[in-house]
């Protein structure tokens, strides 16, 4: 096993980490445990590597930056959730380019008819 994955850190330590609460950490944790599976120890105590850690920050930004919801990460995946935000980039970007030669043309056709 990689040794930067052996470390393990409490609830507390990772919300830290994060920046969000414990029982934040808790709840996305029970939601995604398709992608986070902390280790249980003495006392039902969480303990997470820091491969755990990566991926709650991925799941906090998804939330917190791009606006996604939790039950839209859990339906498409996390991977699949930044693909999905790539791909809807990519649409506003050309529809962008799109308006502005629409905006062109309208501009010349206002041109041709005042010019009638």
Do not use: C
């Amino acid at each position: 096993m990689n040794e930067k994955y052996s470390v393990r850190y409490s609830i507390g330590q990772v919300a830290k980490m994060i920046g969000v609460e414990s029982h934040t950490v808790r709840f996305w944790t029970n939601e995604l445990e398709a992608y986070i599976s902390p280790e249980i120890g003495a006392g039902d105590r969480r303990y997470f590597t820091q491969e755990h850690i990566d991926v709650l920050k991925s799941v906090n930004n998804l939330i917190n930056n791009k606006g996604y919801t939790l039950s839209v990460i859990k339906k498409n995946g996390i991977k699949h959730s930044y693909e999905s935000d790539e791909h809807a980039t990519e649409i506003q970007h050309n529809l962008g380019q799109t308006l502005s030669r629409i905006e062109k043309i309208q501009k010349n056709l206002r041109e041709i008819i005042s010019g009638i």
